[in-house]
């Protein structure tokens, strides 16, 4: 059922690493609440052209025109292609409203043996990349009347330590201050940049513990609110920031997390 919100009517949204997860809620959200969202995909073209047809669903169930809709492929650690998917969809769409950053990976690894490659590699997609698609996006809209939106995917870990997950934490801790600087920089040109950090959250980079019922009570004990996010409650909260609703609202981190940033281990008071 599309939300009873429309607001994000002719608004034209650009989602990195929409294929899946919560970049793929991100865009039938915005799809649902009017908006025309390209889904930029790097991997599979297969689950890119699924979120499509999800997306074009929702915006018919809303009433909304289905086909400006698009997909485009991109891989953000390379510059090269940033600059090709912008050019592609300002030449089918003329206009950009929205950017949300959303494309991430991971990978475990003990943090005095990370290789320097796997760590570059993790900062380029997640924090560099990050900055090159919003360096274009500012671009475009400092071009024309209007200001602009720019979302970033962050995570619990931009402020909470993420042992053998350095390169993780790392790109996430820097996209916090990505957001602050690029948002009071910003601010008077009507460009609003904000951040989501979602905690744990149903989605298949996290099959690992999600699929696997003893893994998944453990992971959810140490979040307060017992449970983890569905994708769809992580897009709520990138649908409200990209909105009016949010005009107000520059340089923030929303942490959508259950609770799990208040430090769960405080909740018997143990150390009083």
Known sequence: ?????????????????????IGRAV???????GA?????????EAAAQETLALARAASRAG??????????KADVSNPAAIRG???????????LDILVNNAGIQAPSDSHTTPLAEYRHILDVNLTGSLL??????????????????????SVHEIIPKPTYIAYSVSKGGMGNLTR???????????????????????????????????????ESHIPMKRAATPEEIAGVFAFLASDDASYVTGQTLYACGGITLYADFTQNWAS
Request: aromatic share 6%.
């Open 1 to 21: 059922m599309a939300p009873q919100c429309r607001r994000l009517d002719g608004k034209s949204a650009l989602i990195t690493g929409a294929s899946r997860g």
């Open 181 to 219: 600087t690029l948002a009071l920089e910003y601010a008077d040109r009507g460009i609003r940049v904000n951040g989501v950090g979602p905690g744990a959250t149903l989605t298949d980079m996290n099959n690992a513990w999600a699929k696997d019922p003893q893994a998944r009570r453990n992971v």
């Open 133 to 154: 698609c919003a360096q274009a996006a500012i671009g475009h809209f400092l071009s024309r009347p209007g200001g602009g939106v720019i979302l970033n995917c962050s």
């Open 63 to 72: 009433g909304y025109v289905a086909d400006r809709h698009r997909i485009v």
């Open 85 to 95: 998917m912008f050019e592609q969809v300002l030449d089918a769409w003329k206009r």
């Open 36 to 44: 025309a969202v390209a889904i930029n995909y790097a991997g599979s």
């Open 27 to 33: 865009a039938v959200r915005f799809a649902e609440e």
